[in-house]
């Protein structure tokens, strides 16, 4: 196989005004434009694949990501494609380790958000060049080459890479059952959709009759701006789900740590499975704080779609801080700090539901949840992944539910390209989209 020399790289800030209609809204983003930094990468090679890769932004800020990724493309362009993926490690400790533009992380925030957006592009085209979804490019792979992709620097003292091998080298039993179950059956997933915090009780109550109409036992709703409030809407929602239908809360960051336990008290007769993001995401001990008080009520803390990095995770699962653990697509180094991720919660026992929704979460996710079951946890007890169901008309391949379960991508790569179309008319602010809303503002 010819896997070329990359030749180009770009990159698009595409925006979507949700925050029109209220989606996306919470106790902390009460606004968001569901957005995102959109990197296509080329190569030389005769075959013309393209490698397409995301990163999650609410809209403002997307330019500075995309700054970011302008940034880091000295490390890709000119870069002999089977280099990369034959000594990814290396490549990615590149990305991760510019001795200047580390300075502005190292592995978190906007430089961390713009590295993914560019591995995930490489991962896309590295299963489209292998002619399979990611999943089942990374099912089928040698463990020792998976293991050779992940940086182990910062968690040795939890995984080494002996301790890797021997998870996924032991999780060989059974693969080929498990991966049937999936292509029959598919993973199980919760809604988000209905319960935005801006969105008005009839809307709410609207979302959760289609919802339940379409087979959704697993509800989300958001909390965290009025503990009245917050108790009028969550007994709405029970009532119209019933008690035997799995809720969850998301407080999204909003409150204290003593105010987490009072408000959850207070929200305890409506039998939520979590609460998620209780508190400021970098607040380990006092995740720890919340999970420990939170025992009696047989309410778990489930957190990690703002967790800048493996090491941040390290310590969740050190410090017994949460029970549910949700990585997120875009925010961690893409898939090669992903699965350190879920090697060490299978380490730990700890469930991984991972976030999804915005732009692309849902089409990037599935793969890393088909690969988690088959080749990594081997269980789904616990496990749920989450599901919007907006904007996945603007992908090429989008998201397949069936019975309120996520089924297995079909078409080679990562499912991160969009439609052309769309990007072009969604890019902020030269799109048609955005120069018919400013104006309309300026008028």
Not at 255 to 267: H, K, Q, T
Request: glycine share 6%; hydrophobic share 40%; aromatic share 8%.
């Amino acid at each position: 196989m010819v896997y070329g020399r990359i030749s180009r790289l770009v990159v698009r800030d595409v925006r979507f005004p949700t925050s029109l209609g209220a989606y996306g809204s919470d106790a902390l983003h009460t606004d968001p434009d569901y957005s995102a930094a959109y990197v296509v990468i080329e190569t030389d090679a005769e075959d013309g694949l393209r490698g397409c890769g995301i990163t999650f932004t609410l809209g403002k800020g997307t330019e500075v990501v995309v700054c970011c990724v302008n940034a880091l493309a000295q490390h890709v362009l000119n870069k002999d494609f089977k280099d990369i993926i034959g000594n990814f490690r290396n490549f990615y400790r590149q990305l991760t380790s510019d001795g200047q533009l580390r300075w502005i992380g190292p592995e978190k925030g906007v430089v961390h958000l713009a590295t993914a957006a560019i591995l995930n592009a490489i991962w896309d085209l590295w299963a489209k060049q292998e002619g399979k979804p990611l999943w089942k490019m990374l099912v089928d792979m040698d463990p020792k080459k998976l293991v050779s992709c992940i940086d182990f620097r910062y968690i040795t003292d939890v995984l080494t890479e002996e301790e890797a091998y021997n998870i996924l080298q032991k999780s060989q039993a059974g693969k080929k059952e498990r991966e049937e179950q999936m292509l029959t059956h598919g993973y199980p997933a919760y809604t988000t959709s209905c319960a935005w915090l801006g969105y008005s009780d009839e809307m709410l109550r609207q979302r959760c009759a289609e919802a339940l109409k379409d087979g959704w036992t697993r509800f989300k709703v958001k909390v965290g701006a009025d503990l009245e409030d917050d108790v009028r809407r969550c007994r709405l929602i029970r009532e119209m789900i019933g008690p035997e239908k799995t809720l969850m809360m998301d407080a999204n960051q909003r409150w204290d740590v003593p105010e987490a336990v009072e408000w959850m008290l207070a929200l305890a007769e409506f039998k939520p499975l979590w609460i998620e993001e209780p508190t400021s995401p970098d607040d380990i001990l006092g995740h720890a704080a919340i999970s420990k008080a939170l025992v009696p009520l047989g309410i778990g803390v489930a957190t990690g779609e703002q967790c800048h990095n493996r090491v941040i995770f390290k310590q969740l699962l050190q410090a017994n801080a949460l029970q549910f653990l949700q990585i997120d697509s875009c925010r961690l180094g893409s898939v090669n700090e992903n699965v350190s991720v879920l090697l060490m919660a299978k380490k730990f026992g700890i469930p991984v539901c991972p976030h999804a929704g915005g732009v692309g979460l849902c089409e990037l996710v599935q793969h890393l949840i088909m690969f988690d079951y088959i080749a990594v946890s081997g269980s789904l007890k616990n496990r749920m992944c989450e599901y919007v169901d907006e904007l996945h008309e603007h992908f090429k391949y989008p998201v397949t539910i069936k019975d309120a379960s996520y089924m297995p991508p079909k078409a080679p790569g990562y499912s991160t390209e969009m439609k052309e179309d769309s990007v072009e008319k969604h890019r902020f602010p030269i799109g048609e989209v955005w120069q018919r809303l400013l104006a309309a503002h300026e008028n």
